[in-house]
């Protein structure tokens, strides 16, 4: 049988009722929040410790893509030398002389600008999925060479293809071994989020 008179703020019984419920509820609450934290800061505690120059794998990836970022920008400087040695320039105002004229298909300097272009194709890719892959908590020495292919493969495919030219399958082989160990840690990485 309900008593409507009960369920009142008049009735101190009621009032305690309340007040403890309330308590209750904010305690469930906090609880829940700081179940949250813990949780994220045991994940970020992990996250830190693979993201550290402790972790081989980051400190390896870290390394190849210092390496490969001064690669690429050597490329801008590659592309100015022989912009200079063939005398072909984009600009009217970085002609050296009124004699000279604007030229764009230089094969020299195409060619340097194709190998430039092919980098930021591949490389920036690199970037992005092996620090991911980083993430993925990967066995130290297949992670590490999979970096080392990936450097040493993109600057053997700039060394043949713009500074010194080496008929195919050379270009094609550089190209292939960057592009395999990509494509292999993009999987891992999609696996580890998918599973």
Known sequence: MLHPELISMENEVFRVYLGW???????????????????????MAGVVELLSLNNPVFKSYVFWAGVLVIKMLLMSLLTAVQRFKTKTFANPEDLMSPKLKVKFDDPNVERVRRAHRNDLENIVPFFIIGLLYTLTNPSVFLAVNLFRAVGI???????????????????????FVALGATVYMALQVILAAAF
């Open 21 to 43: 419920t309330a308590v209750l509820v904010l305690k469930i609450f906090a609880m829940g929040i700081l179940t949250g934290l813990t949780r994220f800061v045991t994940a």
């Open 153 to 175: 493969a993109r600057i053997v495919h700039t060394i043949v293809y713009a500074v010194v030219v080496v008929p195919q399958p050379s270009r094609a082989l550089a190209f």
